[in-house]
């Protein structure tokens, strides 16, 4: 989508009282220029968490994750999404409300056709009827000399700009978040299969505590510890059975589907791509959708700051009216039944009780708002990119050493069966090996998926296109 507002206005007038008045009030140059830069602290050459090549973030950074499930459920929900269609809606609201607030600097012609009926009554001499047919033409124009209209209008334009770069920011948004879901619901599957094997090697433990029960070798203790490490993972695969519900029907609204839970998604969590390329610092403020609606929203303030000062200036208006009046329908084509009236109108304000003036300092501190939102929504970018390449870099050396957990305790887990049926260990040291196996398998799928999700936010944070 573009915002474009083509052909808006008449031609400014110039008139050398500008000069003089508007001298008065600082100049008839007044909306600053303002700096994409200025973010309140100084931006640095390259990003610190990271000596990666200044590179350009991905357009397509979904595709990188060579999963063509992820794509379609992707594209699905940019298309379907409800959120993201209100988001569309707002913008074309902007864009017309743009409009309307420009129509004020062309002339507004209106028709009014019409029938008129009287009765006269005069004493003595009866009542005389008649009636006139009349079509007549009205016109209303403000001069938009000093550009009061035109500024307001500019600032509505701003703010449409602003909308539709929240509308990209929440198709980037909706993009990550149903990556998000999608690889979260893939680790919950994974999770529950894990205490679904987890399941299986308790029944395992409790099947020969239970035949070294019947034997004599061991005490009832130890069963009774055997049943309860079982009861305890079968709570766990129910916990890890409703999250999967939960997730599924967490991403089919963001699909725009039913919540069914009929969702079939894979069980399995790719490799995050290569580390990412992440460009220069002082390329965010022109790539991120947010950073760039608030700049847009700090300029719409700016000429709305513009519009109210201009308004203690005097306003010009022409109004004009014509048509033809006739007591035959016919006649009205008649040149003799034209009637007209040209006005021009001058309006200075004198004394409005502090109205003009209180807008002006309303608008001046609101536009002071919008330049500390501005920076905040900057730093807060450069934050997020900072603090996930950072991540990055600690979450790759915490599933290496997750991973070697998961292939220890497993060893660990053979070794603790074998001494157990040989006497060599107590049933707390049994289970406590399964229990870490258990512990760290879960362990490792959540920071594969944490690995992830912390690319996808990198993306996000970088403002990449989908």
Same mark, same amino acid.
């Given at each position: 989508?573009?915002?474009? /507002?083509?052909?808006?206005?008449?031609?400014?007038?110039?008139?050398?009282?500008?000069?003089?008045?508007?001298?008065?009030? &600082?100049?008839?140059? @007044?909306?600053?220029?303002?700096?994409?830069?200025?973010?309140?602290?100084?931006?640095?050459?390259?990003?610190?968490?990271?000596?990666?090549?200044? !590179?350009?973030? %991905?357009?397509?950074?979904? !595709?990188?994750?060579?999963? #063509?499930?992820?794509?379609?459920?992707?594209?699905?929900?940019?298309?379907?999404?409800?959120?993201?269609?209100?988001?569309?809606?707002?913008?074309?609201?902007?864009?017309?409300?743009?409009?309307?607030? +420009?129509?004020?600097?062309?002339?507004?012609?209106?028709? #009014?056709?019409?029938?008129?009926?009287?009765?006269?009554?005069?004493? &003595?001499?009866?009542?005389?009827?008649?009636?006139?047919?009349?079509?007549?033409? %009205?016109?209303?124009?403000?001069?938009?000399?000093?550009?009061?209209?035109?500024?307001?209008?500019?600032?509505?334009?701003?703010?449409?700009?602003? @909308?539709?770069?929240?509308?990209?920011? =929440?198709?980037?948004?909706?993009?990550?978040?149903?990556?998000? =879901?999608?690889?979260?619901?893939?680790?919950?599957?994974?999770?529950?299969?894990?205490?679904?094997?987890?399941?299986?090697?308790?029944?395992?433990?409790?099947?020969?505590?239970?035949?070294?029960? @019947?034997?004599?070798?061991?005490?009832?203790?130890?069963?009774?510890?055997?049943?309860?490490?079982?009861?305890?993972?079968?709570?766990?695969?129910?916990?890890?059975?409703?999250?999967?519900?939960?997730?599924?029907?967490?991403?089919?609204?963001?699909?725009?589907?039913?919540?069914?839970?009929?969702?079939?998604?894979?069980?399995?969590?790719?490799?995050?791509?290569?580390?990412?390329? =992440? &460009?220069?610092? #002082?390329?965010?403020?022109?790539?991120?959708?947010?950073?760039?609606?608030?700049?847009?929203?700090?300029?719409? %303030?700016?000429?709305?700051?513009? #519009?109210?000062?201009?308004?203690?200036?005097?306003?010009?208006?022409?109004?004009?009216?014509?048509?033809?009046?006739?007591?035959?329908?016919?006649?009205?084509?008649?040149?003799?039944?034209?009637?007209?009236?040209?006005? /021009?109108?001058?309006?200075?304000?004198?004394?409005? +009780?502090?109205?003009?003036?209180?807008?002006?300092?309303?608008?001046?501190?609101?536009?002071?708002?919008?330049?500390?939102?501005?920076?905040?929504?900057?730093?807060?970018?450069?934050?997020?990119?900072?603090?996930?390449?950072?991540?990055?870099?600690?979450?790759?050396?915490?599933?290496?050493?997750?991973?070697?957990?998961?292939?220890?305790?497993?060893?660990?887990?053979?070794?603790?069966?074998?001494?157990?049926?040989?006497?060599?260990?107590?049933?707390?040291?049994?289970?406590?090996?399964?229990?870490?196996?258990?512990? =760290?398998?879960?362990?490792?799928?959540?920071?594969?998926?944490?690995?992830?999700?912390?690319?996808?936010?990198?993306?996000?944070?970088?403002? &990449?296109?989908?």
């Amino acid at each position: 989508m573009s915002v474009t /507002m083509d052909g808006i206005g008449p031609s400014r007038l110039s008139i050398t009282f500008c000069g003089l008045v508007l001298a008065l009030l &600082g100049g008839c140059g @007044t909306i600053p220029e303002r700096d994409v830069n200025d973010v309140g602290a100084p931006i640095p050459s390259a990003w610190t968490a990271t000596a990666s090549p200044q !590179e350009a973030v %991905s357009e397509h950074w979904v !595709e990188t994750f060579a999963d #063509s499930t992820l794509n379609a459920l992707v594209s699905e929900a940019l298309a379907s999404n409800y959120d993201l269609k209100a988001a569309a809606a707002r913008v074309e609201a902007a864009r017309q409300q743009a409009r309307i607030d +420009g129509a004020g600097r062309w002339p507004q012609l209106y028709f #009014s056709p019409g029938y008129e009926r009287a009765q006269v009554r005069s004493a &003595g001499f009866g009542s005389t009827e008649f009636g006139a047919f009349e079509a007549l033409f %009205s016109l209303d124009w403000e001069l938009d000399v000093w550009g009061r209209i035109r500024a307001f209008q500019q600032a509505s334009v701003s703010e449409a700009v602003a @909308t539709e770069a929240d509308f990209h920011a =929440a198709r980037l948004s909706l993009a990550a978040r149903t990556a998000q =879901a999608y690889f979260e619901l893939a680790e919950a599957k994974l999770q529950a299969e894990v205490a679904e094997q987890s399941i299986r090697d308790r029944r395992t433990i409790v099947e020969l505590v239970r035949g070294r029960f @019947t034997r004599g070798l061991t005490r009832g203790l130890d069963l009774r510890l055997a049943l309860t490490d079982l009861a305890n993972a079968e709570a766990q695969l129910a916990a890890a059975r409703n999250r999967v519900q939960a997730i599924t029907r967490l991403l089919e609204v963001l699909l725009g589907r039913y919540p069914a839970a009929d969702l079939t998604i894979t069980a399995s969590l790719p490799d995050p791509p290569a580390p990412l390329s =992440a &460009g220069v610092p #002082s390329e965010l403020l022109g790539r991120r959708p947010d950073v760039i609606a608030a700049f847009e929203r700090l300029h719409a %303030s700016d000429f709305r700051v513009e #519009s109210a000062r201009k308004a203690l200036l005097p306003r010009i208006a022409l109004t004009a009216s014509g048509g033809t009046r006739s007591p035959a329908l016919t006649e009205l084509v008649d040149p003799r039944a034209a009637v007209w009236n040209v006005a /021009m109108g001058f309006l200075q304000p004198l004394f409005t +009780g502090g109205r003009i003036m209180g807008e002006i300092r309303l608008n001046r501190a609101l536009t002071e708002e919008a330049l500390n939102r501005y920076k905040n929504t900057a730093l807060n970018a450069f934050r997020e990119v900072e603090q996930s390449l950072a991540a990055e870099e600690w979450l790759r050396e915490q599933e290496q050493a997750l991973r070697e957990a998961v292939e220890q305790t497993e060893a660990s887990q053979k070794l603790a069966i074998y001494s157990y049926r040989h006497g060599f260990i107590e049933i707390l040291t049994l289970l406590d090996s399964y229990r870490s196996t258990l512990n =760290a398998q879960s362990a490792h799928l959540a920071i594969k998926r944490q690995l992830l999700n912390n690319r996808i936010g990198l993306y996000l944070a970088l403002g &990449g296109g989908v």
